[in-house]
């Protein structure tokens, strides 16, 4: 079995890219090659380099690349005719998703949810969340949280805290109320009583919510992981208050924490639950929009997208339900792989007074500054890992391997995080590396 990564270390010519492709591009800036294919948790580039993907399209490829079994359900779907595009219509492939969810993750876990099938992108299921949320209550303030990221459009946009992605609206984001995360004030201060009570308090300023937006793990926002007592208090809060609770499971869900929600077994439900990166298992556009049975109160039409229902994507989507989720014992393996993650870096962390953070496969490690993450992400790069960085300042080096990533691999990929990250900072610190 590979376990080892062989980087190609020549660029290859970018010319035609910053001819045509506008700048706006990003990630391709610190990965610097030509990729032609993938599998796995490998991905390959046209000089015959092989890289370690520990960043899985931000979590987009839970399943690894091109998953044999998921890849053949497709193969065999458009073999046979089955319909690409048919806005939504009922077709064989939706069907079988919407069976294969209500079977395999509805059901066991007693949720009553319907499923509303937004554009394909993740924004778009926040879009629809925050709609409804605001149609039902008739009010127009949601609260989301600092660090929270929810997407590009201006609904979405207006609920995300970075300053650098909001710049980009370009028009004022408004009706939404950023309140400080768990842990924002440090381990002393609850900010869900400060939520309440400024939420109870008729001279805070804080307008009556729709909704209140959550991620239980900041994904973009630095891997900060909520408590679920946290988490609890929030739910009673929204409820208390008349507002909507919208857990943004884009990220978190899919089985990235261990769970297929990310909320499961810590004693609440959300109202509504978005969905989608991981969603397809095979890295196909496709987002979903879930709410209790009683919410589902819009009008046929009312929103609305081209691509709602990305039929190949219900097939793969279909074909990850029954393979990874129809017992509970991938689960188990991501919990105890998610274990040995947690281990690692939080030795990597103690021999440098560095902190964690972060919940199942889906923990970082706090360098202190962008600058630095960025050297260590580029030294894992020259050895063949693809390593991403996120929080405020870019500071929180982020481990999203794929769920699938066999124990050794797994280790031989950390063990270069950590070769980079000790050659980093002995050289930030003037020291000589070892
Ligand atoms: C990625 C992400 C989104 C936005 O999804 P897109 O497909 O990029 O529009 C929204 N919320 C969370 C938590 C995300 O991680």
């Known amino acids: 079995m590979t376990i080892t990564p062989k980087p190609t270390q020549t660029i290859p010519d970018t010319g035609i890219y910053e001819r045509r492709e506008s700048i706006v591009r990003s990630y391709a800036r610190s990965m610097p090659r030509q990729f032609h294919r993938a599998e796995n948790v490998w991905m390959h580039d046209n000089q015959g380099g092989r890289y370690l ?19 053949q359900a497709l193969l065999d779907y458009i073999m046979a005719d089955g319909i690409t595009h048919g806005l939504d219509l009922h077709t064989d492939a939706k069907a079988a998703f919407l069976e294969s969810f209500e079977e395999v993750i509805l059901q066991p876990r007693k949720l009553n949810y319907r499923a509303m099938f937004t554009g394909p992108t993740g924004t778009n299921a926040v879009e629809a969340a925050i709609k409804l949320a605001r149609k039902i209550t008739g009010r127009e303030m949601v609260i989301a949280f600092t660090n929270g990221f929810h997407g590009m459009t201006l609904g979405a946009l207006a609920c995300t805290g970075n300053a650098a992605k909001r710049g980009g609206a370009g028009v004022p984001l408004s009706h939404v109320s950023h309140e400080p995360y768990d842990g924002y004030h440090g381990p002393d201060v609850d900010t869900a009583d400060l939520l309440e009570q400024r939420l109870s308090d008729p001279s805070s300023g804080l307008d009556a919510p729709a909704a209140i937006l959550v991620e239980t793990v900041q994904g973009e926002g630095g891997l900060n992981a909520a408590s679920p007592a946290w988490l609890r208090k929030i739910a009673a809060i929204a409820k208390r208050h008349g507002a909507l609770l919208i857990v943004d499971d884009i990220q978190a869900g899919c089985g990235r924490t261990g769970g297929f929600f990310s909320f499961e077994d810590m004693g609440f439900t959300p109202d509504i639950v978005t969905l989608a990166k991981s969603l397809s298992g095979m890295g196909l556009p496709f987002a979903l929009t879930l709410f209790r049975a009683e919410l589902d109160q819009w009008s046929p039409g009312e929103h609305n997208g081209t691509f709602r229902g990305n039929n190949h994507a219900f097939v793969t989507a ?100 950590e070769t980079s990250v000790r050659e980093t900072l002995a050289a930030s610190f003037g020291v000589a590396a070892e």
């Open 53 to 71: 993907d520990f960043l899985s399209g931000c979590s987009t490829l839970n399943y690894g690349h091109n998953h044999p079994i998921l890849k």
């Open 318 to 417: 279909t074909a990850a339900l029954r393979h990874f989720w129809s017992n509970d014992s991938f689960a188990a393996d991501v919990r105890r792989r998610g274990a040995l993650l947690e281990s690692r870096l939080d030795k990597m962390a103690r021999e440098h007074g560095l902190t964690t953070r972060g919940r199942g496969m889906m923990r970082g490690i706090d360098v202190g500054s962008g600058e630095i993450a960025s050297v260590i992400t580029a030294a894992c790069f020259a050895r063949g890992l693809i390593i991403e960085t996120s929080g405020p300042r870019d500071e929180i080096v982020k481990v999203l391997a794929p769920l699938i990533i066999d124990d050794a691999v797994l280790s031989a990929g950390l063990d270069i995080l």
